[in-house]
């Protein structure tokens, strides 16, 4: 009991943490932003924070009149939002972008210090971070091996091999090994009933 609430403030801590991370950039005047823009940025931002957090997020919040947001991984862990696309912070960066060049009609060099601030915008694709996961999962599920056994019948006798297999063999392999199994299913149904007619007579 005492360690489950323990774990609820250590999670609950983790979230202002994440939410202090973030701090909207100097400049940016969030009344210029619908109410609907800010809540498809949170929508954004929930949905890529599974992502990045290889599938599993513990706390995932966004609340679009503060534009305040915890992503916590399942692990306890605090991703950077702020480095990939579809964020909250990247949504906020390319709309401070945009209010920054309008704030600097006919000045270039204002309008460079802009571009110079939209190249700190998230560059990460969050998709590639969970492929990125699921491939490293996939690869040393890829890397075990099974066993499989098989068994063969000589003259009333039966033999057991064991083979070991990785589990990316051939589909030839497969097919061969169910072969060997119903070769074998047969001749033990033969002698099963050779077996019986003999008992009968």
């Known amino acids: 009991m005492r360690s489950s609430v323990v774990l609820m403030i250590s999670?609950?801590?983790?979230?202002?943490?994440?939410?202090?991370?973030?701090?909207?950039?100097a400049?940016?005047?969030?009344?210029?932003?619908?109410?609907?823009?800010?809540?498809?940025?949170?929508?954004?931002?929930?949905?890529?924070?599974?992502?990045?957090?290889?599938?599993?997020a513990q706390t995932n919040t966004c609340d679009p009149d503060t534009l305040s947001f915890s992503c916590v991984c399942s692990d306890g862990s605090v991703p950077n939002s702020s480095e990939y696309k579809q964020s909250l912070p990247y949504f906020v960066c390319e709309?401070?972008?945009?209010?920054?060049?309008?704030?600097h009609p006919n000045d270039l060099d204002g309008q460079e210090q802009c571009?110079?601030?939209?190249?700190?915008?998230?560059?990460?694709?969050?998709?590639?971070?969970?492929?990125?996961?699921?491939s490293s999962a996939a690869a040393?599920?890829?890397?075990?091996?099974?066993?499989?056994?098989?068994?063969?019948t000589?003259?009333?006798?039966?033999?057991?091999?064991?083979?070991?297999?990785?589990?990316?063999?051939?589909?030839?392999?497969?097919?061969?090994?169910?072969?060997?199994?119903?070769d074998y299913s047969a001749a033990l149904l033969a002698g099963g009933l050779l077996a019986g007619f003999r008992f009968v007579l």
């Open 11 to 25: 999670a609950f801590a983790a979230g202002i943490a994440a939410q202090a991370n973030y701090t909207l950039p």
């Open 27 to 56: 400049g940016f005047n969030s009344g210029e932003v619908s109410s609907t823009e800010k809540a498809s940025w949170c929508t954004g931002q929930r949905n890529i924070c599974p992502k990045i957090c290889s599938g599993a």
């Open 95 to 103: 709309a401070n972008f945009g209010q920054c060049i309008n704030n």
């Open 115 to 134: 571009k110079q601030q939209e190249k700190t915008c998230g560059k990460k694709d969050p998709d590639s971070a969970s492929s990125a996961s699921t």
């Open 140 to 152: 040393t599920t890829g890397a075990a091996a099974t066993t499989l056994a098989t068994s063969t």
């Open 154 to 182: 000589t003259g009333g006798t039966v033999a057991s091999t064991t083979a070991a297999k990785a589990t990316a063999s051939t589909s030839s392999s497969a097919a061969s090994a169910v072969k060997l199994g119903q």
